[in-house]
């Protein structure tokens, strides 16, 4: 097996490319990924101040090491979720690719800030897992990127992720989701801009960018993703991909170029009259905001006065144990995307 580039012992095999790469050729192609995605859809400006949701999996530390080896200005998120020794071991990595790298990692916990954490406060409120997760993380990106100034959120959602939620979507014709179902959500009031500069790599090429940068990841599934039907559109999608090359990225990419558009203005009514959260301030189409309904029901408490001091903001490797940050702030909340967030 020869790189494509420089005829030289190749390391991987990308078939939807038809190409093998040496490491360094390798490399050099996750980068012009990530690049062509982010000028393609206009990610990010080369001044823009980044924050990274990082959840110690490989796509997340892959996007922030691979935004900071382009020049970006980009800090990390952290959100600890409680969800047992997977949230433990997961802080620790991202703690430790941020400390070895000089990166700045902001860090939120969750049961000790709102008082509940993922199991129980689930279990509470009568929500899937990946359904009070996902809504909490949304939440807390949102707040953390605009207390910190932020102009864009980053997310490490990769093709996977996204050929499976389109399938799920899809399958179930989900036509709310599909018109947000974007690389891109633009800035509005009291969101960020959010963005997923990984959405021409798939989970095999993060992980192999992983390995070859010597990054440390966590491996392990969350152990709340078991039965989740996203897994299940992921198998599917890979049998496809095997038999043929490429399906993945003509779905995805077929979609956002001829059919995306149609289902915007659907999109766009569903956030229209936001006004805002009593309790939180947060943008909210009810008089109380989801999140806001989810802590009380857990028995949790949004602090007083959150706004800055619900952001611990630390340089380093000083907090204790937390979780995964995640999922795509605005993807279903009932589709978990496993541990990779
Ligand atoms: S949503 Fe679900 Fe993930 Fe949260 S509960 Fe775990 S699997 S971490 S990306
Ligand atoms: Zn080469
Ligand atoms: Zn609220």
Known sequence: MKCVVCKGPAIIDIRRHNANFCTDHFLEQCRRQVTKAIAEFSMIEPDDKVLVAVSGGKDSLAVWDLLVGLGYQADGLYIGLGIGDYSDVSGVYARDFATERGLRLIEVDLPETYGYDIPTGSRAARRAPCSACGLSKRHLFDRAALEGGYDVLVTGHN???????????????????????????????????????????????????????????????????????????????????????????????????????????????????????????????????????????????????????????????????????????????????????
Not at 268 to 288: H, Q
Not at 292 to 311: K, T, Y
Request: proline share 8%; charged share 25%.
């Open 159 to 341: 093709l996977d992720d996204e050929a499976a939620v389109l399938f799920g979507n899809t399958l179930h014709w989900h036509t709310e989701y599909l018109g947000r179902q974007l690389p891109v959500l633009p800035a509005r009031d009291g969101f960020p801009r959010k963005v997923k500069p990984l959405v021409r790599l798939t989970e095999r090429e993060t992980a192999a960018y992983c390995v070859v940068r010597g990054i440390d990841y966590l491996v392990e599934e969350c152990p709340m993703a078991a039965g989740n039907r996203h897994l299940t559109y992921k198998a599917a999608l890979n049998d496809i991909e095997a038999a043929s090359p490429g399906a993945k990225h003509s779905f995805y990419f077929g979609f956002l170029d001829r059919a995306a558009a149609h289902f915007a203005p659907e999109a766009e009514a569903d956030r229209a009259d936001l006004g805002a959260c009593r309790t939180c301030g947060a943008p909210t189409t009810a008089e109380v905001c989801a999140f806001c309904r989810l802590v009380e029901r857990a028995g949790g408490s949004v602090p007083e006065g959150r706004a800055p001091d619900a952001v611990s903001v630390d340089l380093g490797p000083t907090r204790s144990p937390s979780t995964a940050a995640g999922a795509d702030p605005d993807e279903p909340a009932s589709i978990g995307v496993g541990s990779d967030r």
